[in-house]
């Protein structure tokens, strides 16, 4: 099994794109823009209009290119993005490649510490867990794992990436058939994420959990494009305005 990244988008949490070119936040910027011209507003003094204008190339009032609004790469102090210090930008910025070598570092141990948590505990497809109180237990199986949703940030809040089914639908409404829940503990990794409601009942074999597992995962860095899209340095605003 060859394992795929998806871009994941940080605005509508959709897949295949990202927040730059995400068509929910461009129509959310137009419906702005449209209320500001609907209120009388000239375009150049619009704020919506004009980052509308950013975004799409054109102006809403009148569909003409937004020409005007291009950065004029002669004038001003050069800043990079990410740090916003002068004399270069994000590609050759140190401060972005060091951030990125310790997030991918740093996700390479957490996925690989998961991975052999994961076997050790045998949670993996086919796997029977037991959710409810003590009055009100409901079985599931684990179908499968948002694999692409773990990270070395992401892990810290816990995220529900285990996908489970129920044993018998007809005991439990439509909104029990499926759920997701986070990781079980695992040491260095989070090792508070499951309470007393939760628990593993029917483990299956070590050698079935890594099976599933794709495969080169642990090194995979797709992770990166939405993790630093639009990220900017903890220092940014010392620096930006830094002269």
């Not at 998806?6 to 995400?22: A, E, I, L, P």
Request: with cysteine; net charge positive.
């Amino acid at each position: 099994m060859s394992y795929s990244g998806t871009v994941h988008c940080r605005n509508c949490y959709g897949k295949g794109h990202n927040r730059r070119s995400c068509p929910d936040l461009t129509e959310q910027y137009k419906k702005r823009a449209q209320r500001e011209i609907d209120h009388g507003e000239s375009a150049t003094d619009g704020y919506w209009q004009r980052e509308y204008a950013k975004r799409s190339g054109v102006w809403l009032h009148n569909g003409e290119k937004a020409k005007e609004l291009k950065r004029n790469r002669r004038g001003g102090t050069r800043r990079c993005k990410y740090c916003a210090k002068t004399g270069h930008n994000t590609r050759t910025c140190e401060e972005l490649k060091g951030a990125k070598v310790e997030a991918i570092t740093e996700t390479r141990r957490i996925r690989a510490a998961i991975a052999e948590g994961l076997a050790d505990a045998g949670l993996g497809i086919g796997a029977l867990v037991v959710r409810g109180s003590e009055n009100n237990r409901i079985g599931y199986m684990v179908k499968g794992f948002n694999w692409d949703h773990i990270n070395h940030e992401n892990i810290k809040h816990n995220p529900n990436v285990v996908l489970l089914e129920v044993l018998n639908p007809a005991s439990v409404n439509n909104w029990n058939r499926q759920s997701q829940i986070p990781l079980p503990p695992m040491e260095g990794v989070n090792e508070n994420s499951w309470n007393t409601n939760t628990q593993l009942v029917g483990p299956v074999s070590g050698s079935a959990v890594q099976a599933v597992i794709p495969e080169g995962w642990v090194d995979n860095q797709d992770f990166l494009v939405s993790m630093f899209e639009d990220r900017q340095s903890p220092n940014w605003h010392d620096n930006r305005y830094d002269y």
